[in-house]
């Protein structure tokens, strides 16, 4: 989680500002969806979050189908 706040500082806050709150939440939103959908990490092999979670989901699917 420290990670997380780590970037989303310098790569969201640092970098432009805000004049509405509602710019604020936006902004929020969209980098957390970027960050786990799109944002490749280093130490998960150069996924996304979500490319490990959805991996992690068929391996216990596959308990269930064989596969």
Known sequence: M???F???KSE??????FPTTD???IAVAKY???YNHERFQKK?????HMN???RSLRVDLSIFTGH
């Open 6 to 8: 780590s970037h989303f």
């Open 23 to 25: 710019e604020v939440k």
């Open 2 to 4: 420290e990670n997380f």
């Open 32 to 34: 957390i969806h970027f």
């Open 52 to 54: 490990i979670e959805l």
């Open 44 to 48: 998960l092999n150069h996924l996304s």
């Open 12 to 17: 969201c806050f640092r970098l432009r500002s």
